[in-house]
């Protein structure tokens, strides 16, 4: 049986403004090589990101990761290790040293995650999901990976039917931003359900024809 608290469970969200990062420009330090930090290294490496790990021992696990954008420094920690890094993890037990690595990223604003409490950071990192045309992040306001998932997955299942018609209007409007005339128009007018449907019924050349004229279809080369 339920029990109501009287504690308003909102009262604990958080929020979040996100940003999509170019991986292959991503420089990513990690301090701490156990567990906690093999996991979010493999994260950002099969991303694509530069991941360069610093700590005095290392899991067996690190040193079989076959991978040119990894690097290993066996060294204590410096200030001057996270000065060429975009985003610092923080993957360590030592409490006093998080909190000098932590008053070293706000010196230097960069942006940092700590991996023994996300409060303690700036950042954190969101499930994320990809098909061929769509990618997307997802976290929850309380503080529940597992129900992040959980929403992932169901995310998932209604953008895999965008995933098509995502493919199609970009080429068209990627075209379309080339027009002298009737690019927002085009753009506005592909970008809904109802052109969807419409291009489900295999209509959207002829809708197109309908609304913009023969032009439009020579100029987007759509034949």
């Known amino acids: 049986m339920s029990t109501n608290t009287g504690e308003n469970i909102r009262t604990k969200e958080i929020e979040y403004t996100y940003l999509a990062l170019m991986s292959h420009k991503l420089r990513v330090g990690i301090i701490g090589g156990g567990k906690a930090g093999f996991i979010k290294a493999k994260n950002f490496i099969e991303k694509g990101c530069y991941v360069e790990i610093l700590s005095k021992t290392f899991l067996n696990e690190f040193?079989?990761?076959e991978c040119d954008n990894i690097v290993l420094n066996k060294r204590p920690y410096n200030k001057n290790f996270i000065e060429d890094k975009h985003i610092i993890i923080l993957a360590l037990d030592d409490k006093k040293l998080r909190e000098e690595i932590s008053s070293n990223c706000e010196e230097l604003f960069?942006?940092?995650?700590?991996?023994?409490?996300?409060?303690?950071?700036?950042?954190v990192i969101p499930v994320q999901r990809e098909i061929s045309n769509i990618s997307f992040a997802l976290n929850t306001k309380v503080g529940n990976p597992k129900g992040a998932v959980l929403a992932a997955e169901a995310a998932m299942e209604t953008l895999k039917g965008y995933d098509d018609f995502i493919e199609y209007t970009?080429?068209?409007?990627?075209?379309?931003?080339?027009?002298?005339?009737?690019?927002?128009?085009?753009?506005?007018f592909i970008s809904t359900e109802d052109f969807k449907f419409i291009w489900k019924k295999n209509k959207s050349e002829l809708a197109l024809k309908l609304f913009f004229g023969k032009y439009i279809i020579e100029k987007l080369d759509m034949r």
Do not use: V
């Open 110 to 123: 960069k942006i940092f995650i700590d991996c023994s409490n996300f409060k303690e950071g700036m950042a």
């Open 170 to 188: 970009g080429l068209i409007r990627n075209k379309a931003k080339n027009l002298d005339y009737n690019k927002k128009e085009i753009i506005d």
């Open 63 to 65: 040193i079989n990761i």
